[in-house]
């Protein structure tokens, strides 16, 4: 899903939207520990520093991407490019394989018929979960809003 952009201009140049200068912003979930593993591994991936990592806790998330809705930060992991093109969800994970060296390994199952799909679901289904999945006592403040519509 892309969500409109918003581009703010300081002293007359375009602001990038990466803090750290690289052209790809995760925003994830900072209060679960699988996700945590999950953007370590990431991270590890990331040979060719494409991307910045950043926990929807961050207060810099809502004056840096303004044009994302607070509730799709607690629905999914965000994934901003060049520009200001957002993805989110499957399509967020899909994107990062295009983006990660070897990613190609796994990213041709998306191309597989009805797998997009398939794969949405299931992280639809991670997403609203992903408390069981490890995280412990910390992870008393969830979400409010987990529910999707398409169940």
Avoid at 59 to 76: D, G, L, M, N, Q
Avoid at 92 to 119: C, N, Q, R, S
Wanted: proline residues 6%; positive net charge.
């Amino acid at each position: 899903m892309s969500f409109p952009v918003v581009r703010f201009v300081f002293g007359g140049q375009e602001a990038q939207g990466a803090g750290s200068g690289r052209p790809y912003t995760v925003v994830w979930d900072g209060t679960c520990k699988t996700c945590r593993k999950l953007v370590t591994l990431l991270e590890k991936w990331d040979t060719g520093k494409q991307l910045e990592t950043l926990p929807s806790q961050n207060t810099s998330v809502f004056s840096r991407f303004p044009w994302i809705p607070a509730e799709a930060y607690a629905e999914a992991v965000q994934l901003i490019g060049p520009g200001g093109q957002t993805w989110q969800g499957a399509g967020a994970i899909e994107k990062l394989l295009e983006i990660l060296p070897h990613g190609a390994w796994l990213g041709w199952v998306f191309d597989l018929p009805y797998m997009g799909t398939a794969l949405d679901r299931f992280y639809r289904w991670f997403a609203r979960n992903r408390y069981r999945f490890g995280c412990g006592e910390h992870c008393q403040s969830r979400p409010v809003k987990l529910e999707f519509g398409d169940q």
